[in-house]
């Protein structure tokens, strides 16, 4: 059973950084294709960081080049490391396989960046 912990945000300025950490049960994470997502408020979930143990990582635009993602498959973790951050990064971000569209989701931490 997939069980997903994500832990580490919280309130910054604009032009700050944080660590998003995400604890990964249920998925092996030599062989998964891991993300991060973003829900700002009152939007849909979107993918924003993608990870592969080739290693590759992707990005979309927004954070390309201020967000860093990052696994540590012997600790069943992913990272995302978050610089100059800006308001539009408000909001609850979620791990989970890349392309993930069912319903096992964690908590969430909520991030949210003041101007």
């Known amino acids: 059973q997939v069980q997903l912990v994500e832990s580490g945000g919280g309130l910054v300025q604009a032009g700050g950084s944080l660590r998003l950490s995400c604890a990964v049960f249920g998925y092996n994470l030599n062989i998964a294709v891991m993300a991060w997502y973003r829900q700002a408020p009152g939007t849909q979930r979107e993918q924003i960081a993608v990870?592969?143990?080739?290693?590759?990582?992707t990005y979309v635009r927004s954070v390309k080049g201020r967000f860093t993602i990052s696994r540590d498959n012997a600790k069943n973790m992913v990272y995302l490391q978050m610089d100059n951050l800006r308001p539009e990064d408000t909001g609850v971000y979620y791990c989970n396989a890349a392309g993930y569209s069912g319903t096992s989701w964690g908590q969430g931490t909520q991030v949210t960046v003041s101007s």
């Open positions: 990870s592969s143990p080739r290693p590759y990582e």
